[in-house]
């Protein structure tokens, strides 16, 4: 009865958050998303960093596999010993003004290039010229020169920049030095003076560095690429005048004894015999023309003469040599 007279006990209720549970809560929440949100941003500044210096690398790497291409390909006929050093087109030049970097000009004959014709013989020769020039921001830009005509004679010049196609802009170093036959790197070379006269390098190293940003001096490099010069200096005089080739005394001894073996009847005789032609040898074996487009150009300006002729020159198989 008394507990009925008096004032209702009041129960807790167990339903939603105090303040403190709540701030808790929301503090908690933003300590997460913070950590988050750094470790996201942290994880994007490192995928833009690394995708970025991959793509400097891969723009290093085409740079430098375009330069080592045309070395590669680098091809030099010797001057004659009798011809004026002045009219032989032929030529590798490499100069530069920072000897330490090595040549930041390079001039020279390669057979890299590809025909565009196939209805008609074409030759891949071309005359190429890389060189290192001041761009209109006076920023430092690498250009390529290509020419499929040799000049009637000696040319050092290089060509206009304006004449030349931007290969890569904001360089920040480019050189090239080059190995000679002792074992020693130089960075000049001028094969028609007389200490490397018709002589080429047996290889090259290329040196290329970039600027990270155009606004500040930080470098991207430098990119190193060796590449060896295959293709040794061609002489055709000596080809054209070795044993069993027109005109050797091989060939006049050759020919000496067939007119003993004939009874004396002399030179004109034995070369009034029916032999097999060089237009006739080639058509019996498609694959026996030379590579070398000057020796494919004597080889065609003859294709009446015999084939034996030719014995010094090209393989010549049994069944033309009659």
């Known amino acids: 009865m008394l507990q009925s007279i008096g004032s209702p006990r009041r129960e807790r209720s167990t339903h939603g958050f105090t303040l403190l549970e709540v701030l808790a809560v929301v503090l908690l929440t933003g300590v997460v998303m913070s950590v988050a949100i750094n470790f996201y941003l942290n994880l994007s500044k490192a ?45 590798f030049l490499a100069e530069g003004d920072q000897t330490d ?24 020769l071309e005359m190429v010229t890389w060189t290192l020039e001041r761009g209109a921001n006076q920023d430092l830009e690498l250009r390529r020169w290509s020419s499929p005509v040799l000049p009637a004679g000696l ?56 600027y990270l940003r155009p606004d500040t001096q930080e470098l991207d490099g430098p990119y190193l690429r060796r590449v060896l010069l295959p293709l040794r200096p061609l002489d055709l005089q000596q080809q054209l005048s070795g044993p069993g080739a027109p005109g050797s005394q091989e060939q006049g001894k050759d020919e000496d004894k067939q007119n003993q073996d004939n009874g004396g009847t002399g030179k004109q005789a034995s070369k009034q015999q029916s032999c097999v032609t060089v237009g006739e040898c080639l058509a019996r074996h498609p694959g026996l023309a030379p590579a070398d487009p000057q020796i494919q150009a004597v080889i065609n300006g003859s294709l009446g003469a015999c084939a034996s002729d030719f014995a010094g020159v090209a393989p010549v198989p049994s069944d033309c040599l009659q």
Do not use: C, H, Y
């Open 47 to 91: 995928s833009l960093a690394s995708m970025e210096g991959s793509q400097r690398a891969r723009r290093a790497a085409l740079l430098l596999d375009r330069v080592a291409r045309d070395l590669e390909a680098t091809v030099l006929v010797k001057k004659p010993p009798d011809m004026d050093p002045l009219a032989n087109p032929w030529l």
């Open 155 to 210: 040319d050092r010049r290089f060509p206009r920049p304006e004449d030349t196609d931007l290969v890569a802009g904001g360089v920040a170093e480019f050189g090239v030095r080059l190995l000679d036959d002792k074992g020693e790197w130089v960075t000049r070379w001028d094969s028609s003076t007389i200490a490397a006269s018709s002589e080429l390098p047996v290889a090259a190293e290329i040196r290329v560095s970039f």
């Open 101 to 124: 970097a090595g040549a930041e000009r390079l001039k020279f004959v390669s057979r890299g290039r590809r025909p565009r014709s196939a209805s008609a013989p074409e030759s891949d």
